[in-house]
């Protein structure tokens, strides 16, 4: 373990991870020079010296989960999955004290696909209570910590697995992201976060059930290069006909682009500070780069942002409603205070909710007549820095932790909702150290196109890591 200004906490090593990321360290496996269980035994060690981050839901690590055949492209590499994802013989808590879990009987749909890239699962991360937070902070147990200062959020709802990977115990970890639940914890780390396009991976049994699907799976990754070899490992298990194929996508592309630069959130506010000072200059760099920036409007309005807060609702709802038909231990008044605020908050307004859907679901047309000729859109991934653990605890005033969410969660939720693709990328950092992100985003089924830009930003300012 290391604490730097006893603030900052990471596992980097001289070990067998070292400092590798999963493509490496996969390498290192064919060539015989590591193996998956020394892999594994590393990431354990790493694992239990950062403790302190809270980041582990379940352990395995007397009997990690190694894969069935040694053919994945990534076969070795010590991962974690999120704790909403079935894993045969882990119980699934979906951050929740509401029910006794009990271990899963089989892999859900989603982790087989996961699974086929060979990696060694040693265990599940922590999210907040069923994935409806922007911090990871569950009022029943000791909230996950942001290795880049333990004092400051790590983000939500993927915010175990981001502290994972950020402090060095794994390279690559799971997450989904229904509302920005991969990329808000990419951009309080410092990590790489891909939110695909609907439909790119296969989704769970809830997710299909849903009226709007909003979930996307991925992971997230400290190298653009991570996330391009998963992307394409997950492809060959499964692949959307409907969509167009990505493949590897080894580095930048060569054609210049024409890319909307999207300041403005739905709520009508622009970000200050070095939030949209990081913006502003990765617009610059692609320019630089022989890309064309345009400065864009918003196409949406609070409108969009009010039927998205009621479709939460809806889905807290569906949760504190049918959770006792799915497992008899259920107790709704165990449920955090997010969860019942949101729930009263959709029973306000319940008789809205056709128009609600309506709105949601003609989103992604208005998205693309507005945003559909450009090839790419660069816009902030937050609405400000970094908060401090507590500002967004769901112990705050339902109302007052709201306001917070709708300045905070004010960009990531039209990918979501529109079904297209994002990526968060660092770009910068606040005063006080910590990253900041920024988002490139595209039009539904063009995930090559967003990660050859990770590429070349990813080459002209290197990702910052914790100890370097």
């Known amino acids: 373990m290391t604490a730097d200004a006893q603030t900052r906490l990471h596992s ?4 067998a991870l070292g400092e590798h990321d999963a493509v490496a360290l996969a390498e290192l496996v064919r060539s015989g020079e590591r193996s998956p269980r020394e892999l594994a035994a590393a990431a354990v060690e790493r694992a239990r010296k950062v403790e302190e981050l809270a980041a582990v839901a379940y352990e395995s690590y007397a009997k990690p989960l190694l894969p069935a055949e040694r053919t994945g492209p990534l076969y070795g590499v010590p991962t974690f999955m999120k704790d909403n994802a079935d894993i045969a013989g882990m119980p699934t808590t979906h951050g929740a004290q509401a029910f006794q ?26 999210l907040p209570e069923f994935g409806f937070n922007a911090t990871t902070e569950p009022p029943f ?20 697995s981001a502290a994972l990977v950020a402090s060095g115990v ?3 970890a799971h997450g989904n992201d229904g509302g920005g639940s991969i990329r808000i914890p990419a951009a309080c780390t410092g990590l790489v976060g891909l939110k695909p396009s609907r439909g790119r991976h ?5 997710t299909r059930k849903l009226p709007v699907n909003i979930v996307s799976e991925g992971v997230l990754t400290r190298t653009v290069r991570d996330t391009a070899a998963y992307t394409a490992a997950a492809e060959q298990y499964w692949s959307n006909a409907a969509l167009p ?30 939030t949209r000072d990081a913006v ?15 400065p864009v409007a918003m196409p949406f309005d609070n409108a969009l942002e009010t039927a998205f807060l009621q479709y939460w609702g809806l889905l807290a709802t569906f949760v504190a409603s049918t959770g006792k038909l799915a497992d008899r231990t259920f107790d709704a008044a165990r449920l955090d205070d997010l969860t019942l605020g949101l729930r009263r908050y959709f029973l306000r307004s319940a008789w809205r909710t056709p128009a609600m859907l309506y709105r949601l679901r003609a989103a992604a047309a208005t998205y693309q007549r507005a945003l559909g000729p450009y090839d790419a859109v660069l816009l902030p991934t937050l609405g400000h820095e970094t908060p401090e653990l507590g500002y967004l605890s769901p112990t705050v005033p339902f109302e007052t932790l709201l306001d917070r969410l709708r300045t905070y969660v004010s960009f990531t939720p039209i990918n979501n909702i529109t079904g297209t693709p994002a990526i968060t990328l660092p770009a910068g950092r606040t005063p006080t150290g910590l990253p900041i992100g920024i988002q490139l985003a595209s039009t539904h089924g063009n995930e090559r196109t967003l990660l050859e830009l990770a590429y070349l930003l990813e080459a002209e300012q290197p990702f910052p890591r914790l100890g370097q």
Request: aromatic share 6%.
């Open 170 to 172: 794994v390279p690559i």
């Open 12 to 15: 980097f090593a001289d070990d």
């Open 280 to 294: 502003e200059k990765v617009a610059v760099t692609l320019e630089s780069h022989g890309h064309h920036v345009e």
């Open 245 to 274: 194929p990505i493949g590897y996508v080894e580095g930048p592309g060569s054609t210049p682009l024409r890319i909307a630069l999207l300041l403005e959130n739905i709520g009508g506010s622009v970000p200050a500070g070095p």
């Open 141 to 160: 147990a000791r909230p996950t910590r942001n290795p880049w200062h333990t004092g400051y959020s790590v983000g939500g709802s993927s915010g175990g």
């Open 202 to 206: 296969i989704d769970s049994a809830l």
């Open 101 to 126: 879990a009990k271990p899963a009987r089989a892999h859900g749909a989603y982790t087989r696909q996961f699974l086929s890239a060979g990696m060694t699962v040693l265990g599940k991360s922590t």
